[in-house]
């Protein structure tokens, strides 16, 4: 990951709590997360709200009483300072929970700093969480002249653009709908002109899942600040459009041992599979891959495929369309081989990519596919048959025991199709979804969407951080397919294990595929199939 950090240096550092046992040496301060992933970083590991929990209740009990919130409110004052450096006035909103004691201390050091800073604190003393009390009591001790404290949501100040809100509502303390005076703040945060920067989430999104019900309040923050962890729910489902640039303070804590639910995954390592090629090497030296798609009218998705592949780095590609009429030569692409459905011996040995506009047809082709193939990757209509056939499904989850590799690239209604439930279920719980999809069929899934979620058997889910909304166009998930399929029939050539091999690709392709979208269109304008193919030309060799 990019781990821009902000300095040490504070216009009130002398408030900085000293380093207890569970400290690192240095608290380095806040470091971006999002956007600007770096490829060569190592992943970052996500934790739930129970895990979350366990790890605060462990950092606080080794360090002395409240130093875990003054260093979550300094953190937050200093990245606050960073982002708005010509903001006169900060409007921070403090919820009822330790959310909104972070935005307490956070209070206190902007007006040290010679922010005029007006808090409105939405709480009731019998409730308050001990720690939350005393920032408050600390705040107001200060008796700062440029420090307003106000219980209940009075008129927020007239803010300009280049001031602003600090959301500390909620955060991980999400625990019911919104609705009542929290969903009246939501809505007067969401309509200031000044940019808002959320404290662990912005307020009213689900910290597991980051899926928000039709018409549910939540807070649209231009930046994110996560304290101590990361929560899953930033990176996917809706989270991405709420959460803006996402940024990371562990507050000098050494995370617990457990195992996180899910890792934000950059390839970092995954170059290794796809070493640098050797002068004496030749094409049959990279594999062959077979495109079995292209239903009449829907040709142009096999293409797409079988170019991706090539592109990618195959050493052969062949098409097998669907459509008996179809032309046998692609012009623009005339490297790749037209041919007839290949024999069992072919496709042993070969990386399959089966379903990219298949159609109807695709049905018929299927058990000669899940029965000989020896990597195969089924995408859109071939997903769509599987879910309809009992038959089909047995012999998906048959694979495995035979050793052979499978990957599953669905879209959301693809993936419900598949679990036989809805969309709006499958969208509710992501992560959960491509875990049982995984189980379900021994196979790799790449459950595509916003925050694509990867997962495998027995082993923690992956949400990849590439891409954006100039990828929701016809012929991009055809392109991811090929791309994988290619980058696939590369590394099964040095991995004995083709369950690994699979995982490298998926991994590798996803992260690629959404980085090429935010290269060649990082205003999410839509992004023709084609012109992105081209992008994923031109991504540095290091992830080919």
């Keep these: 990951m990019d781990h821009t950090a902000l300095p040490a240096s504070h216009p009130d550092s002398s408030a900085q709590p000293s380093a207890g046992p569970a400290a690192v040496a240095s608290l380095v301060g806040p470091r971006r997360v999002l956007p600007a992933i770096d490829h060569r970083q190592p992943a970052l590991p996500l934790h739930d709200s129970a895990s979350a929990r366990a790890l605060e209740s462990h950092a606080a009990a080794q360090l002395p009483p409240h130093t875990l919130m003054q260093r979550a409110g300094l953190g937050v004052a200093r990245l606050a300072l960073a982002l708005a450096p010509h903001a006169r006035h900060i409007w921070i909103v403090a919820g009822p929970g330790n959310n909104g004691g972070d935005g307490f201390e956070a209070a206190l050091h902007l007006a040290r700093a010679g922010r005029a800073v007006q808090l409105h604190w939405l709480g009731t003393p019998e409730r308050q ?12 001790a200060a008796g700062l002249s440029n420090l307003s404290i106000t219980r209940g949501l009075a008129t927020p100040p007239a ?13 991980r303390g999400l625990t019911r709908a919104v609705q009542g005076e929290l969903a009246d703040a ?3 945060l969401n309509a200031c002109a000044a ?22 309040p939540c807070v649209r923050s231009r930046w994110t600040l996560a304290l101590l962890s990361l929560s899953p729910g930033l990176f996917t489902a809706d989270g991405r459009d709420h959460a803006g640039a996402v940024w990371l303070d562990d507050l000098g804590v050494e995370p617990l041992t457990q195992a996180p639910c899910a890792w934000l995954g950059a390839p970092g390592i995954l170059a290794a599979a796809w070493p640098a090629r050797r002068h004496a090497q030749h094409k049959g030296s990279f594999g062959d891959v077979w495109v079995v798609a292209g239903a009449p009218s829907m040709g142009g998705a096999a293409l797409l495929a079988g170019r991706a592949a090539l592109h990618a780095g195959a050493g052969r590609v062949y098409l097998q369309p669907l459509d008996s009429q179809a032309a046998r030569l692609d012009p623009l692409q005339p490297e790749l081989m037209f041919a007839a459905r290949p024999s069992p011996e072919q496709l042993a040995t070969a990386t399959v990519v089966a379903g990219c506009g298949g159609g109807s047809a695709m049905a018929a082709e299927l058990p000669s596919l899940l029965s000989a193939a020896g990597r195969l990757l089924l995408d859109a209509d071939a997903l769509n048959a599987v879910a309809a056939s009992a038959d089909l499904q047995t012999a998906l989850r048959a694979r495995r025991d035979r050793g052979q590799a499978t990957v599953l690239t669905p879209h959301p209604l693809e993936a419900a199709r598949l679990l036989g439930c809805s969309s709006a279920e499958l969208q509710s719980d992501r992560l959960g979804a491509a875990r049982r999809l995984s189980e379900r069929f021994g196979a790799v899934i790449v459950l595509k969407g916003s ?13 990849n951080p590439t891409g954006n909304a100039a990828l929701a166009t016809p012929g991009s998930g055809d392109v991811l397919a090929g791309w994988l399929g290619g980058l696939w029939s590369q590394c099964a050539q040095s991995s ?32 023709p199939a084609g012109a992105l193919l081209e992008a994923l030309r031109a991504q540095p060799p290091v992830l080919r």
């Design 129 to 140: 969480p001990p720690d939350a009390t005393a920032a408050l009591a600390r705040a107001r």
């Design 159 to 171: 803010l300009q653009a280049d001031d602003l809100v600090i959301d500390a509502l909620l955060g």
């Design 186 to 188: 939501i809505a007067r």
């Design 195 to 216: 940019p808002v920067l959320a404290v662990d989430l912005p307020s009213g999104l689900p910290a597991d899942s980051g899926a928000l019900p039709p018409a549910a």
């Design 451 to 463: 925050g694509s979620v990867l997962c495998r058997p027995d082993d923690a889910a992956w949400i």
């Design 496 to 527: 004995a294990d083709p369950a690994e091999s699979a995982w490298l690709a998926a991994r590798s392709a996803v992260w690629s595929h959404g980085r090429a979208a935010e290269q060649l269109s990082p205003a999410a304008h839509a992004l």
